[in-house]
């Protein structure tokens, strides 16, 4: 298409006069200089650590949520445990939902002069951060208090979707390169690992002194339990509210710090080719398009089981380290060695897939966590080789940290080539992703549930019956072990290796430079019709 159009202009051009001809020269100089090759688009270390920092209000929220919310509505706020568990469990159910439905709205979002991703982290960040720090107020008030807190955590966790869908879909437009993405996704995956920490460590110095202490008779009498609560609590009640929310007051400050580092220090970039697409596209008709991608079908069901696995261990870990293994005051040490071999390891798996390939990673980085889950369901309780298993499994985290977010956005680029002419699917991509995630994390907080209700756990008893202790260790150990080797069967099965992938970056390129020539080619002709 523009050879043709340029051979036009020449034929035009041999027309013209000479004193015109002459100063037509220049359009023809012009367009030589226009067909030199573009230098790559490379990111700077700069800008790849301001996307990272990004990714940490998720991360630092969700762990002070997922870990102290429980024993904060039962011990603090004092709301009974059947309203605490529907607040809970329908918020966690809502929060899945809203990632396909803010996916949705971005899909349908004009591109502005911030671009189109970027206007919802700004206008979600201090929405988000006033409906988390009212997450961690008690009111004064007794009658609708969980409808307070059912109302603020489904309000947070729609607007820290807003902020976290369209963060995650920015991959996609930081830069065109596929290296750069991948790096700058090393980046943001070890800044997240490092949220972790720093949520747990926060909200766990601050408010640590109101753990309640377990009960050697676990059917003693209310009088007896606010005995119990009266001589280990050295604060008042309403001090220990203070400390949630000095607490909450925190890491609402980093979340604010941590987005107006991602809005100052990342463009967002727009596809060459994305600017001659003007005929819209239905939500449902991309939804049908993206769910019927053989690639991204197979993606997430492999990494469902996964992370269905990895879940089924960070949601019993607690209880399988307090109650089975015996240690009940390692548990923050335990996962803070775990969180921080994975924060070490995520650059290694950022240079081995580099070296070796994404799939090759999935393989050796995930299925690295199985010989140190069999040793867990082995040994007996042993301190030592608790703490070996706990930073051995960090590398395994790290891998399924790092891998998922690295894989997304080649199967997003074969998704391009095959329907060149839909773009703003991204958003659906990465929600839809997320919202899999979720649910794999609804599957197994209600697998881990039902199975301790039927075998008889107790609640905030010193110990469990035999029962439990089998159960536990059967959810931490062999039934990850089954979800990770089901997994990877389904990787087996991923199309898009190492020669896909650089087959797909040349077909990109090829179409980002017609692209680019189509819009000089049009540029030219203007010139021409003008001096003519």
Same mark, same amino acid.
């Given at each position: 298409?523009?050879?043709?159009?340029? =051979?036009?202009?020449?034929?035009? =051009?041999?027309?013209?006069? =000479?004193?015109? $001809?002459?100063?037509?020269?220049? %359009?023809?100089?012009?367009?030589?200089?226009?067909?030199?090759?573009?230098?790559?688009?490379?990111?700077?270390?700069?800008?790849?650590?301001?996307?990272?920092?990004?990714?940490?209000?998720?991360?630092?929220?969700?762990?002070?949520?997922?870990?102290?919310?429980?024993?904060?509505?039962?011990? !603090?706020?004092?709301? *009974?445990?059947?309203?605490?568990?529907?607040?809970? &469990?329908?918020?966690?159910?809502? *929060?899945?939902?809203? *990632?396909?439905?803010?996916?949705?709205?971005? #899909?349908?979002?004009?591109?502005?002069?911030?671009?189109?991703?970027?206007?919802?982290?700004? &206008?979600?960040?201090?929405?988000?951060?006033?409906?988390?720090?009212?997450?961690?107020?008690?009111?004064?008030?007794?009658?609708?208090?969980?409808?307070?807190?059912?109302?603020?955590?489904?309000? /947070?966790?729609?607007?820290?979707?807003?902020?976290?869908?369209?963060?995650?879909?920015?991959?996609?437009?930081?830069?065109?390169?596929?290296?750069?993405?991948? #790096?700058?996704?090393?980046?943001?995956?070890? !800044?997240?690992?490092?949220?972790?920490?720093?949520?747990?460590?926060?909200?766990?110095?601050?408010?640590?002194?109101?753990?309640?202490?377990?009960?050697?008779?676990?059917?003693?009498?209310?009088?007896?339990?606010?005995?119990?609560?009266?001589?280990?609590?050295?604060?008042?009640?309403?001090?220990?509210?203070?400390?949630?929310? $000095?607490?909450?007051?925190?890491?609402?400050?980093?979340?604010?710090?941590?987005?107006?580092?991602?809005?100052?220090?990342?463009?967002?970039?727009?596809?060459?080719?994305?600017?001659?697409?003007?005929?819209?596209?239905? @939500?449902?008709?991309?939804?049908?398009?993206?769910?019927?991608?053989?690639?991204?079908?197979?993606?997430?069901?492999?990494?469902?089981?996964?992370?269905?696995?990895?879940?089924?261990?960070?949601?019993?870990?607690?209880?399988?380290?307090?109650?089975?293994?015996?240690?009940?005051?390692?548990?923050?040490?335990?996962?803070?060695?775990?969180?921080?071999?994975?924060?070490?390891?995520?650059?290694?798996?950022?240079? @081995? $897939?580099?070296?070796?390939?994404?799939?090759?990673?999935?393989?050796?980085?995930?299925?690295?966590?199985?010989?140190?889950?069999?040793? !867990?369901?082995?040994?007996?309780?042993?301190?030592?080789?608790?703490?070996?298993?706990?930073?051995?499994?960090?590398?395994? !985290?790290?891998?399924? /940290?790092?891998?998922?977010?690295?894989?997304?956005?080649?199967?997003?680029?074969?998704?391009?080539?095959?329907?060149?002419?839909?773009?703003?699917?991204? %958003?659906?991509?990465? #929600?839809?992703?997320?919202?899999?995630?979720?649910?794999?994390?609804?599957?197994?907080?209600?697998?881990?549930?039902?199975?301790?209700? @039927?075998?008889?756990?107790?609640?905030?008893?010193?110990?469990? %019956?035999?029962?439990?202790?089998?159960?536990?260790?059967?959810?931490?150990?062999?039934?990850?072990?089954?979800?990770?080797?089901?997994?990877?069967?389904?990787?087996?099965?991923?199309?898009?290796?190492?020669?896909?992938?650089?087959?797909?970056?040349?077909?990109?390129?090829?179409?980002?430079?017609?692209?680019?020539?189509?819009?000089?080619?049009?540029? *030219?002709?203007?010139?021409?019709?003008?001096?003519?």
């Amino acid at each position: 298409m523009a050879k043709g159009e340029g =051979a036009e202009s020449g034929s035009a =051009a041999g027309l013209l006069p =000479a004193s015109i $001809l002459q100063a037509g020269e220049r %359009p023809a100089q012009v367009k030589v200089m226009k067909k030199e090759p573009k230098k790559k688009q490379q990111l700077s270390v700069c800008n790849k650590i301001c996307y990272a920092v990004g990714g940490a209000p998720y991360q630092v929220t969700g762990c002070a949520l997922g870990f102290f919310l429980q024993i904060y509505l039962l011990d !603090v706020a004092q709301v *009974d445990p059947f309203s605490a568990s529907i607040i809970l &469990f329908v918020g966690r159910a809502w *929060d899945a939902i809203t *990632d396909p439905l803010v996916g949705f709205c971005i #899909s349908k979002s004009p591109w502005t002069r911030l671009g189109r991703l970027m206007p919802w982290i700004i &206008f979600s960040t201090p929405l988000a951060i006033t409906a988390y720090f009212l997450i961690w107020f008690v009111p004064d008030f007794q009658q609708g208090q969980a409808l307070w807190y059912l109302l603020f955590y489904c309000l /947070f966790e729609t607007l820290v979707t807003c902020f976290h869908v369209p963060y995650s879909a920015l991959t996609m437009f930081i830069s065109t390169e596929q290296s750069e993405r991948d #790096s700058a996704t090393a980046y943001r995956m070890t !800044v997240e690992v490092l949220g972790t920490v720093l949520g747990t460590a926060i909200q766990g110095q601050i408010v640590g002194q109101a753990d309640t202490p377990c009960l050697q008779d676990p059917n003693a009498s209310t009088a007896t339990l606010e005995g119990a609560n009266h001589t280990h609590s050295t604060t008042s009640l309403k001090e220990t509210q203070n400390a949630y929310l $000095l607490a909450a007051g925190v890491i609402a400050s980093i979340y604010v710090i941590c987005a107006i580092i991602l809005i100052l220090g990342v463009r967002e970039q727009r596809e060459p080719y994305e600017t001659q697409q003007a005929k819209p596209m239905s @939500f449902f008709r991309g939804l049908r398009l993206v769910m019927t991608h053989g690639p991204y079908i197979k993606l997430i069901a492999g990494f469902l089981f996964t992370s269905l696995a990895f879940m089924l261990v960070e949601g019993n870990f607690a209880l399988f380290c307090t109650y089975t293994l015996g240690f009940r005051n390692e548990f923050q040490n335990l996962l803070l060695a775990i969180m921080l071999s994975a924060t070490v390891t995520i650059p290694i798996w950022q240079w @081995f $897939l580099t070296r070796f390939g994404k799939k090759m990673a999935v393989y050796i980085g995930i299925s690295s966590a199985v010989p140190f889950l069999i040793l !867990v369901a082995l040994m007996e309780s042993n301190l030592i080789v608790t703490y070996v298993v706990a930073v051995a499994a960090g590398i395994s !985290v790290a891998a399924a /940290f790092l891998l998922p977010w690295s894989m997304l956005p080649d199967v997003i680029d074969d998704f391009h080539l095959k329907q060149p002419h839909i773009h703003g699917t991204e %958003p659906i991509f990465f #929600s839809f992703y997320v919202f899999f995630t979720k649910f794999a994390s609804g599957v197994s907080l209600g697998i881990s549930t039902l199975s301790l209700d @039927f075998t008889g756990y107790q609640t905030r008893a010193c110990s469990q %019956p035999e029962r439990v202790k089998f159960t536990l260790k059967m959810l931490v150990t062999m039934a990850p072990i089954v979800l990770i080797l089901l997994g990877l069967l389904l990787f087996k099965l991923y199309p898009i290796d190492e020669e896909k992938r650089r087959q797909n970056k040349k077909a990109l390129q090829a179409l980002r430079e017609e692209a680019s020539s189509s819009g000089c080619s049009e540029t *030219d002709s203007t010139e021409l019709a003008s001096i003519l």
